[in-house]
């Protein structure tokens, strides 16, 4: 996460999230990174009182409606993959 000073001690302005998955033997992820714009002071959280939940809320809001689990089924996506691999076209001669 990145902090500044200003509008309060140790303002969190950004964070880097990751998401991944396993099937027991294959694993996949995806991540990506936020910015965080100025809260009210009513919601403002002490950074030393952050905890998994807060943080995890906040990225999902940023991502947009079901940020979080749209980023989970990306993942699960993924490994389905590499269970079963997407069929890819054979090369073929013209017919000239």
């Not at 002071?41 to 990225?59: C, I, N």
Request: glycine residues 8%; negative net charge.
């Amino acid at each position: 996460m990145s902090v500044l000073q200003s509008p309060s001690e140790n303002f969190v302005v950004s964070a880097h999230w990751m998401c991944s998955g396993t099937d027991g033997t294959r694993t996949a992820e995806i991540d990506g990174f936020v910015k965080f714009t100025e809260v009210s002071s009513a919601t403002f959280v002490a950074y030393a009182s952050l905890t998994q939940s807060v943080v995890l809320g906040w990225v999902n809001v940023e991502l947009g409606t079901n940020g979080i689990t749209s980023a989970q089924s990306c993942v699960e996506g993924q490994i389905n993959s590499m269970i079963t691999p997407p069929v890819a076209p054979a090369a073929a001669a013209v017919p000239w």
